[in-house]
């Protein structure tokens, strides 16, 4: 399969806590932020995405905040289960249609 | 993966020979997308498509080019290899509109050059 996580930043995360993963972004003009998880050996993996209207949206197990005022980003997994180690990482839109920016992203593991 | 497949899934070349990757989607997005993820960067975007034989680079094109001639297929080239391109290669697609940018990614391509 195909993966890239050498000499990634590493969050270990005990099974059944919470996870906070977070992201500087560098656009203030972006407008839209996806957070990804690409799992070993397979494509990025749509999480969760918030537009730059809003500062806080929440899905199942997960939660975005977005501060605008200091560009930063994080993910908010509750009750991290084994199945969420993977690489996560962040995107911004800003400039051209459809040209995003994208993070190195960050190593989780969840121990039991 | 929405439907999207890439081939090969590995490919080991030699400096100096044109290598194609092929991505295939059965999902009718009108956007579809190269990328290179490498140790330490995020994904960088190669080339992308708006349409059937509608391109246009991205920030890291130079020794790629790319080809849309269906809405299914997107064909990436490099014209000779060099070693700077050993990566993991994936395509993504989107739909079309305002709202949906999300970005559906296939499983990637390990390519080695030698």
């Known amino acids: 399969g195909e993966s890239v996580g050498l000499h990634l930043p590493t969050l270990s995360v005990q099974e059944g806590d919470n996870s906070i993963i977070n992201c500087a972004y560098s656009n203030s003009a972006s407008d839209y932020f996806i957070w990804y998880k690409q799992e070993s050996g397979k494509g990025p993996q749509f999480i969760i995405d918030?537009?730059?209207?809003?500062d806080k949206r929440q899905g199942q197990r997960v939660t975005v905040l977005l501060n605008k005022t200091v560009k930063h980003l994080s993910l908010q997994i509750a009750a991290t289960q084994p199945g969420d180690s993977a690489v996560y990482f962040c995107a911004e839109k800003g400039g051209s249609w459809g040209k995003f920016q994208f993070g190195a992203g960050t190593q989780v593991v969840v121990t039991p | 993966d929405a439907g999207i497949t890439q081939s090969p899934r590995h490919k080991v070349t030699e400096t100096g020979t044109p290598v194609t990757l092929r991505c295939h989607q059965t999902e009718n997005h009108r956007y579809m997308y190269w990328y290179r993820q490498d140790p330490g960067h995020g994904l960088r975007l190669i080339h992308y498509s708006y349409g059937v034989k509608d391109t246009d680079k991205g920030e890291v094109s130079d020794g790629y080019s790319v080809s849309r001639s269906k809405t299914e297929d997107f064909l990436l080239t490099l014209e000779s290899a060099t070693s700077s391109q050993t990566s993991v290669y994936f395509c993504a697609t989107s739909l079309q509109g305002d709202a949906l940018y999300e970005q559906y990614f296939g499983p990637g391509t390990r390519l080695t050059v030698t």
């Open positions: 918030i537009r730059s209207n809003m």
